[in-house]
């Protein structure tokens, strides 16, 4: 586990997104995040499917936005 999150600086969530969005870091153990059930924080099954439904709805959200300009 990173130490920013085992000394309370960030969540695990806050973490995986900046890794996600940042530097793209692949564990060597095979830990893909969401595509693997595990990754900086492990994942359930449910929880998968909760978040790539928020990020269904976020993507739609932004092309409605971009094609009312």
């Not at 990173?2 to 695990?12: A, F, T, W």
């Not at 806050?14 to 995040?33: E, F, H, R, S």
């Not at 709805?57 to 300009?69: C, E, F, H, P, W």
Request: net charge positive; charged share 25%.
């Amino acid at each position: 586990m990173p130490i920013l999150v085992e000394r309370g600086i960030v969540s695990e969530a806050d973490m995986d997104t900046c890794v996600k969005w940042g530097i793209g870091y692949k564990a060597d153990a095979g830990q893909l995040g969401m595509k693997t059930l595990g990754g900086i924080s492990p994942y359930t099954a449910e929880q998968v499917a909760e978040r790539r439904a928020e990020i269904a709805k976020g993507l739609i959200a932004v092309r409605k936005t971009l094609s009312a300009l």
